[in-house]
Nanobody, 124 residues
Framework: QVTLVESGGGLVQAGDSLRLSCAASGRAFSTYAMGWFRQGPGKEREFVAAITRSGTSTYYKDFLKGRFAISRDNAKNTVYLQMNSLKPEDTAVYYC?????????????????WGQGTQVTVSS
């Protein structure tokens, strides 16, 4: 069992940056691939980024590549999502996930654990 708690969301202006954090507790953090998903108002949930257990490989939604960066610190049981040049369309609740292997499917069905989410609002 893994408990995930996201933090770092908030209200920012277009062009600003934010770094989301996800702290994990429970079973060994380093045994899980980690991911970030988001769900905007009136939209379906979508994959954002994922990272392998060791952190050596990362995966991104194509149109987010270059603006967002996922990383992890296994010593701190934490995964991060650095978001730069934020746009109003990035407004969403962002969720941290944990699973056996990284998956880029928007359904998120391959992830076993989910956090409660953190709200990110980008004003124009």
């Amino acid at each position: 069992q893994v408990t995930l708690v996201e933090s770092g969301g908030g209200l920012v202006q277009a062009g600003d940056s934010l770094r989301l954090s996800c702290a994990a507790s429970g079973r060994a953090f380093s045994t899980y691939a980690m991911g970030w998903f988001r769900q905007g108002p009136g939209k379906e949930r979508e994959f954002v980024a994922a990272i392998t257990r060791s952190g050596t490989s990362t995966y991104y939604k194509d149109f987010l590549k270059g603006r967002f960066a996922i990383s992890r610190d296994n010593a701190k049981n934490t995964v991060y999502l650095q978001m730069n040049s934020l746009k109003p369309e990035d407004t969403a609740v962002y969720y941290c996930t944990a699973g056996g292997a990284p998956s880029t499917e928007d359904s998120g069905r391959r992830y076993n654990y989910w956090g409660q989410g953190t709200q990110v609002t980008v004003s124009s």
